[in-house]
């Protein structure tokens, strides 16, 4: 726990921000250019709005207060609105005013709104009977047509999209199928069935990461008190089935990850030597440590490819070994010809996470390290090796520095290329290619000053060709692209980011820029109600679309 006083209340560091006053009722904006007639929707997106309660301030910019950012764009007008998660952690951390909710990074601090009795019964509560975080800070999803924040624990919040207000009680994926954790990167399939993937530490077999379907929403028979037929509703979390479970290499170190992969055929999961020491998670949760205590990088061990075939949900056999990288997001997968291959922003140095405490995002003289500093890299998987030569090159695609060879304890070891030198991350893609063979993809430079995001870059997957967009004094977001209504090229529509001024703390910004040339098409400015801070993820949600993610 981290107690200091009170940070500048409006500093020039986004991330260091605490929003004093939500913009609840929306607000309209000025709109500057023509923004496309058949864009409606809205942009909702997610991350920290608060990293201070009284004295005490949280250690990891993994966590601050959810906020909540939505842009409602109908028939070429546009308003914002913007509010806290209204979670149980951030009810009880303002009411306590000072954190009294355990966070990745950040442990909690005593409760004074508890006795002293209660206080000390709480320090020998099992570890298997604590809640989790519902500081749903990460992301937003829709199941069905229902939106979700989203986080890394068991715990979800259901949002009406509409308001930003929470809808019912916090929703307990462990009521549903056997996790303790969850990412807050689930794919969508155009049927609108998600998959997840989530970590179960207690079993027969020991620790796996499970694979969770969650099938479309649906209407089913049922009787209600007066003996007629009427219709049920049953939710997508309601449905959700553990379809693949794979096992952790290493029992007491399962591996951390932030995204898996998805094609046509497999489930792609990145097992990495970026691992929770359960041992010590649990004599850190009785000594009032962070998760992140527990968190430890093992440089010398390999980074392994774990797929999964989507029709048996059996695991294939074959382990793809990489030298050791830490990965948070996974751009795209497709097979082709044979082949895997999987693109994702990849880190050398473990060290990466450790850049982002507040102590070191406060440092002006602060800089990450390059080997910290996330960069697109491209691995191929050969499929069909049973009954290929070892020590030769199985990688066939044209086009490719990536390498594959098969040893002889049956390991494909495999060599990627990096495709740029460019610091990027947060990538997202036309989300109708996801999984499919593609070009481009579109994220944000991570400054190593600060960490804040710089510039928004457009990147050639393939020939790594990168085109970027700034502007002075203003801090981007992760871009999302939205698909034009019938379009027939991979980048025909628009790419929505948010800016946030660095001198004006109030300021926000709805940027519209054209994918192709990557020029602004338009921009709506906003004064909200309070300071603005900056965000991790969202979506896009098109008007009268049944499936609601690009």
């Not at 997106?45 to 950012?69: C, M, S």
């Not at 094609?263 to 998670?281: D, G, H, R, S």
């Amino acid at each position: 726990m981290s107690k200091t006083a009170k940070s500048p209340p409006l500093p020039s560091q986004v991330w260091l921000r605490n929003c004093e006053k939500e913009t609840v009722e929306p607000i309209e904006g000025k709109l500057t250019g023509k923004l496309p007639e058949w864009l409606n929707g809205r942009l909702t997106r997610n991350g920290p709005g608060r990293v201070e309660y009284g004295n005490t301030r949280i250690n990891h910019l993994f966590d601050g207060t959810a906020y909540i950012h939505q842009f409602n764009i109908i028939d070429g007008k546009v308003t914002y609105q913007s509010r806290y998660l209204n979670s149980d952690t951030y009810k009880r951390n303002k009411k306590a005013d000072r954190i009294v909710v355990s966070e990745f990074g950040t442990a909690a601090y005593p409760d004074p709104c508890k006795t002293l009795l209660q206080r000390f019964m709480s320090a020998f509560t099992p570890i298997s009977k604590a809640e989790p975080t519902d500081n749903c800070v990460v992301n937003v999803c829709y199941f069905g047509d229902q939106l979700y924040a989203l986080t890394e624990t068991r715990n979800l919040r259901r949002i009406h999209p509409d308001t930003l207000d929470v809808v019912g009680d916090k929703t307990k994926l462990d009521n549903y199928v056997v996790v303790n954790t969850a990412t807050a990167h689930p794919h969508v399939e155009p049927d609108g069935t998600i998959y997840n993937m989530g970590n179960a530490y207690a079993g027969k077999k020991g620790p796996t990461y499970n694979i969770i379907k969650f099938p479309p929403p649906k209407e089913v028979d049922g009787e209600d008190s007066l003996l007629y037929i009427s219709l049920a509703y049953l939710s997508s979390i309601q449905q959700a089935e553990i379809v693949s479970a794979i096992p952790c290499q290493w029992k007491m170190y399962p591996s951390y990850y932030h995204s898996f992969g998805i094609t046509e055929n497999y489930f792609i999961f990145v097992e990495q030597p970026y691992v929770f020491n359960l041992k010590k998670f649990l004599l850190n949760y009785y000594m009032g440590k962070p998760y992140f205590a527990a968190v430890e990088w093992y440089p010398d061990q390999k980074t392994k490819f774990r797929l999964v075939n989507r029709k048996t949900g059996e695991m294939v056999k074959t382990v793809y070994a990489a030298d050791a990288f830490l990965t948070f997001h996974h751009t795209n997968a497709y097979e082709k010809d044979g082949q895997l291959v999987v693109d994702l922003a990849t880190m050398k140095d473990g060290e990466a996470v450790n850049a982002l405490m507040m102590k070191n995002l406060e440092n002006p003289d602060f800089v990450s390290e390059p080997a910290t500093m996330p960069t697109h890299w491209r691995f191929v998987l050969p499929l069909d090796v049973q009954k290929a030569p070892e020590n030769t090159n199985l990688i066939t695609l044209e086009g490719t520095k990536c390498t594959a060879y098969k040893r002889a304890d049956q390991t494909v070891e495999v060599h990627g290329q990096r495709i740029s030198s460019q610091y990027f991350d947060l990538q997202r893609i036309n989300y109708k290619y996801n999984g499919k063979e593609y070009e481009y993809a579109y994220g944000v430079e991570v400054n190593p000053k600060g960490s804040v995001f710089s510039q928004l870059v457009k990147m050639n997957v393939n020939s790594g060709e990168t085109t970027l967009w700034h502007e002075e004094g203003k801090v981007v977001s992760e871009p999302v692209f939205v698909s034009a209504p019938n379009a027939t090229e991979e980048d025909d529509g628009v790419v929505l980011s948010t800016l946030v001024d660095k001198n004006n703390p109030r300021s926000v910004a709805l940027l519209v820029l054209n994918p192709t040339t990557w020029t602004e098409i338009a921009r709506v400015e906003f004064e909200a109600n309070g300071t603005v801070t900056s965000t991790f993820h969202g979506l896009f949600a098109a008007t009268n679309e049944k499936v609601h993610m690009y």
